[in-house]
Antibody, heavy 123, light 107 residues
Framework: QVQLQESGPGLVKPSETLSLTCAVS?????????WGWIRQSPGKGLEWIGS???????YYHPSLKSRVTISLDRSKNQFSLSLTSMTAADTALYYC????????????????WGQGSLVAVSS | AIRLTQSPSSVSASTGDRVTITCRAS??????LGWYQQKPGKAPKLLIY???TLQSGVPSRFSGSGSGTDFTLTISSLQSEDYATYYC?????????FGGGTKVEIK
């Protein structure tokens, strides 16, 4: 059974960079999978941030593309999210997921989810 | 981006009721649509993928249908554990997008 666990700071100052890590167990991140990040603002819906596949190819939401980097750490079987220039609008619950590719790549959408990491942006 | 519009935004129903939620895509997405259930304080859980394929372990009272732009999630006989918010999600193209959610509440 695939399990994911997010870790990172709960509070980030405006203009700073958010760094989150997702530890994966039950599957190798080098296996044929996509790994991604999705966020949910308080009381609001779900927003896909971006995904990375086992080859390191990345796909980002156009509205966040200039600020987002997703990377793999094969030695630790984890992947990471970096989001620069944080503002209050980035306050959200951040989920890491297995999945996040498109049907043309043989994917079916996010299957496994972490429990979420709450990130607040405040000075 | 492909926009997904869910209706209704909320529904009040009693245990045993049949509940239907619809999801309309702004362009054709074939059958590349999933449905998720989210309970308060929990991560979303995949119920259905490819519009009608039940994820392993999901009760058979859940079913999905549709193709192209119009999709439906049906709960045939609502149980107490089904009170939650439901989201549709398309994986036809990037950016991946979700519907706005439908909250199923106790009547």
């Amino acid at each position: 059974q695939v399990q994911l666990q997010e870790s990172g700071p709960g509070l980030v100052k405006p203009s700073e960079t958010l760094s989150l890590t997702c530890a994966v167990s039950g599957s190798s991140i080098s296996s044929r999978n996509y790994w991604g990040w999705i966020r949910q603002s308080p009381g609001k819906g779900l927003e896909w941030i971006g995904s990375i596949n086992q080859s390191g190819n990345t796909y980002y939401h156009p509205s966040l593309k200039s600020r987002v980097t997703i990377s793999l750490d094969r030695s630790k079987n984890q992947f990471s999210l970096s989001l620069t220039s944080m503002t209050a609008a980035d306050t959200a619950l951040y989920y890491c997921v297995r999945g996040g590719g498109v049907a043309a790549a043989g994917q079916t959408g996010p299957v496994n989810w972490g429990q979420g990491s709450l990130v607040a942006v405040s000075s | 981006a492909i926009r997904l519009t869910q209706s209704p935004s909320s529904v009040s129903a009693s245990t045993g009721d049949r509940v239907t939620i619809t999801c309309r895509a702004s362009q054709g997405i074939s059958n590349y649509l999933g449905w998720y259930q989210q309970k308060p304080g929990k991560a979303p859980k995949l119920l259905i993928y490819a519009a009608f394929t039940l994820q392993s372990g999901v009760p058979s009272r859940f079913s999905g249908s549709g193709s192209g732009t119009d999709f439906t999630l049906t709960i045939s006989s609502l149980q107490s554990e089904d009170y939650a918010t439901y989201y549709c999600q398309q994986y036809y193209g990037y950016p991946l997008t979700f519907g706005g959610g439908t909250k199923v509440e106790i009547k």
